[in-house]
């Protein structure tokens, strides 16, 4: 149990410096169960505790965790220089809280991304320790061949890596589409082991972390989501 002031509360959800965050409430735009609070210094238990800003109902977070289906042409980067920024899909407050992405994705690349402003939980998830399968789909420009999926599951040798990387799974799904099934996060990892085996990707989907599909959020491209509970217990690796 811990009760925070209403100024403090609205600072850490992200709605802006302490003292922006004072004139909010002194101008009567915040309530709690329907009562108007204009005390900046009235404390309120924060679990569970939902509160109205401009009319709009939040809930208080201490921490967020957000998946996307990330849309093509959008940068992870945070100084994002040639695409919009992927902060332009979500809330503002959002960046003011510093959620950042778990990992990146290429600008091209779309599906699947975590994102919190929790940084242990970003150090969990990107850490290869942990194992944590990421499920691509490629679309291929030549044709898939057996001899390419078994190239890609032996392990291919990428430039600046010490050791071949392979895949974990690996899978055709028709002429031009792969399932590929990759444990580390290296810079354009799926690309280069497909260009490596002498194959070019010409789009590529993360469907799937660990046991958390795309698909089953429901998402459609650009939109994003809390995480539940028993979302996030579908990243553990079992
Ligand atoms: N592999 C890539 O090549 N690009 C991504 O965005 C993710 C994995």
Redesign the pocket.
Known sequence: MSKLALDRILQSQGFGTRKWCNELIADGEVSIAGNVITDTRAAFETAGLQFTLYGELWTYREHVYIALNKPGNIECSRKASHHPGVHTLLPEQFTRRDVQPVG???HD?TGLLLLSDDGAFIHQQSSPKRHIP?I?VATTHDEITPALVAQLLHGVKLHDEPAPLAAVTCRMLDAHQLEIV?EQ?KY?????MLAAAGNH?VA?N?AAIGKLQLNGTGLAEGEWCYLSEEQLALLVPS
């Open positions: 990146r994705l290429d690349t990421k691509y990759l996060g354009h990892q799926v690309k280069r990707c590529l993360r």
